[in-house]
């Protein structure tokens, strides 16, 4: 069983809808969560990151973390034809050097 | 400010033979680590450093080394290229007081 597992999809919706990604994870150690969205051939951009549990909003992005059930979330209101990527979730632990990331789940919003 | 940079950009091996690459990670930022995505999965982790020492090593064979350099730059090195080793390699930068961790647009390297 992999440490963090995420549906890869694909992932097609509409304009304007909101869209939830989710990842589930076996490692109760994990304290600081991570979303980054991957365009197509490039690096991975940063976009939410989230210590322990809780709600965190930047814009038209939530991120959500529910330690007890080892689940995190994000969600992408009003979507756009530019949110258009693949989303990878990536965790670590406290002090440790490395991210352990999901998957990937490939998103697309058609116009 | 110029975020993390990779070089090069793509690189077609043959089996056998060694490869280097190459980050500058965000200016003031001390730590680099190394990944590797293959196509379809989540980046895997290779190694860290931070100043200039190997901090963590990922589950990776002997054949993958690294080093930091004073001005914190990194190379990683891959010997006896395999065709299993065709994957975006990726270089992160973090500021040692976060566990944010910034990514380079990485090299694409083709074994062939």
């Known amino acids: 069983q992999k440490e963090v597992e995420q549906d890869p999809g694909p992932l097609s919706v509409p304009e304007g809808a909101i869209v939830s990604l989710n990842c589930t994870y076996s490692?109760?150690?994990?304290?600081?969560f991570m979303w980054y969205r991957q365009y197509s051939r490039k690096g991975p951009e940063l976009l939410m990151y989230?210590?322990?549990?809780g709600n965190k909003e930047d814009g038209r992005f939530t991120a959500q973390v529910d330690k007890s059930s080892k689940y995190i979330s994000l969600f992408i209101r009003d979507s756009q034809p530019s949110d258009s990527a693949t989303y990878l979730c990536?965790?670590?632990?406290?002090?440790?050097?490395?991210?352990?990331f999901g998957q990937g789940t490939r998103l697309t919003i058609n116009p | 400010d110029a975020g993390v940079t990779q070089s090069p950009t793509h690189l077609i091996k043959t089996r056998g033979q060694h490869v280097t690459l190459r980050c500058s990670p965000i200016?003031?930022?001390?730590?680099v680590s190394w990944y590797q995505q293959v196509l379809g999965q989540g980046p895997q982790f290779i190694f860290q450093?931070?100043?200039?020492?190997?901090?963590g090593r990922g589950n990776f064979p002997d054949r993958f080394s690294a080093r930091q350099f004073p001005n914190y730059s990194s190379e990683l090195n891959v010997n006896a290229l395999l065709l299993g080793d065709s994957a975006l390699y990726l270089c992160?930068?973090?500021?040692?007081?976060?566990?944010?961790?910034?990514f380079g647009p990485g090299t694409r390297l083709t074994v062939t």
């Open positions: 992160a930068s973090r500021d040692i007081s976060t566990y944010e961790q910034y």
């Open positions: 490692n109760s150690a994990f304290q600081y």
């Open positions: 989230t210590y322990s549990s």
């Open positions: 990536a965790m670590s632990t406290q002090g440790a050097q490395k991210l352990v």
């Open positions: 200016s003031g930022h001390k730590s």
């Open positions: 450093y931070y100043e200039k020492e190997e901090r």
